[in-house]
C-alpha cells in the first residue's frame, strides 16, 4: 500500500515538473526525497516496535517457524558460490574449488546447527 502511494507520489512529481520546469526541480526533488524518508522512518519505527515486543506467539513453537530464515540462507550461499567457485578454480585449480565448497559447506553446517540446537532447547522445554 505505501508503495502504492510513493509511485502516486513519484508520477504527480513528474508531472510538475513538466508542468512547472527545470527551476523547481531542486524543491520537487526535496518534496519527494521528504516524503520518502518518512516512509522509511514509518517503516523502521514499526520494525523496532514490533521487534521490542518479541516474536508472534506461536511463531518459535512452529517447526517451520524459521523457514524463511534458512531457505533465504541457502538460495544466498548458492547464488554465491557461482563467482567463488570461479574465482577459486582460476586461483588455484582443484584445490582453490575444494577449498571454496569446504567454507560453503562449513558456514551452511554451521547455520543448520543453530537452529537444530533451538529446536532441541524447545524440545527439552516441552519435556518438563
Known sequence: MESQELKKELSATLDARR???PEYEAALVDSFVEKVDTQVRRRLAEERLSAARGPRPGAADSPDGNFGERF????ITLVLAIPLSAIGAAQA???????????ILGVNYVHAAKF???RGERGTDQLS
Open 19 to 21: 508542468e512547472l520546469g
Open 72 to 75: 533465504g540462507f541457502a538460495i
Open 93 to 103: 585449480h582443484l584445490s582453490g574449488l575444494v577449498v571454496v565448497w569446504l567454507g
Open 116 to 118: 537444530s540446537r533451538h
